[in-house]
Nanobody, 125 residues
Framework: VQLQACGGGLMQAGGSLRLSCVAS????????MGWFRQGPGKEREFVAA????????SYADSVRGRFTISRDNAKNTVYLQMNSLKPEDTAVYYC???????????????????WGHGTQVTVSS
């Protein structure tokens, strides 16, 4: 699975952005998909993830209630809708995929085997 994220940009605090991640490959519909981010001087951290077998998506505490992850298997795309953005959301955002047919959502970077290039999100105060 190859992943390409886009949709980042510069936004004022309180604004919204939607990130998209387009996947190529035959197994996208059977991959757990996740979003991670890496802020300046910080380690890469979990943001959100969604399984392919249904169930409730998983969110980091810092974004729950503001961000929404969704997927459109027909378009091979996973989205991250980000509302009420804060300066601390500034980071490079990465989409990632777990191995095919794995159903369990995980929050650790090591659980994801496919990574896209990141897209920069900058939130000004």
């Amino acid at each position: 699975v190859q992943l390409q994220a886009c949709g980042g940009g510069l936004m004022q605090a309180g604004g919204s952005l939607r990130l998209s991640c387009v996947a190529s490959g035959r197994t996208f519909s059977k991959n757990v998909m996740g979003w991670f981010r890496q802020g300046p001087g910080k380690e890469r951290e979990f943001v959100a993830a969604i399984s392919w077998v249904g169930g409730t998506p998983s969110y980091a505490d810092s974004v729950r209630g503001r961000f929404t992850i969704s997927r459109d298997n027909a378009k091979n795309t996973v989205y991250l809708q980000m509302n009420s953005l804060k300066p601390e959301d500034t980071a490079v955002y990465y989409c990632a995929a777990r191995g095919a047919l794995i159903t369990v959502v995980q929050r650790t970077t090591s659980a994801y085997v496919h990574w896209g290039h990141g897209t920069q999100v900058t939130v000004s105060s």
